[in-house]
């Protein structure tokens, strides 16, 4: 993984890890495993990247148990991650849980 991803990646899980009072490996994965009564019960929102953070912190805040399965990370086709535009959208995220606020 590269140096700015994996800082970022390391930045959103200590600061979703705080939001919620559990430790998160790994905030930005893209590879997710939910119980059916997850799904049912906690209601995130989100058009891009910042739709997996709000899940994780309204599912940690639920109550829901976080737990992180380690895989190997494989780069093939190009990400759709655009760098600034995606970070801010997750920053704003973590910002308004932060503040209390819930968009």
Partial sequence: MPLGRRLTNALAS????????????????GYRAVRRAVL???????DRYEFETD?????????????????????GAPSHFRALRDSVRVVRTIWHHRSGALH
């Fill in 14 to 29: 200590a600061a979703v890890g705080a939001l919620v009072g559990d430790a998160i490996a790994d905030a930005q994965s």
């Fill in 40 to 46: 049912e019960t906690v209601h995130a929102c989100g």
């Fill in 55 to 75: 899940f994780l912190i309204r599912a940690g805040r639920a109550g829901y148990r976080i737990a992180a399965v380690p895989i190997p990370t494989v780069y």
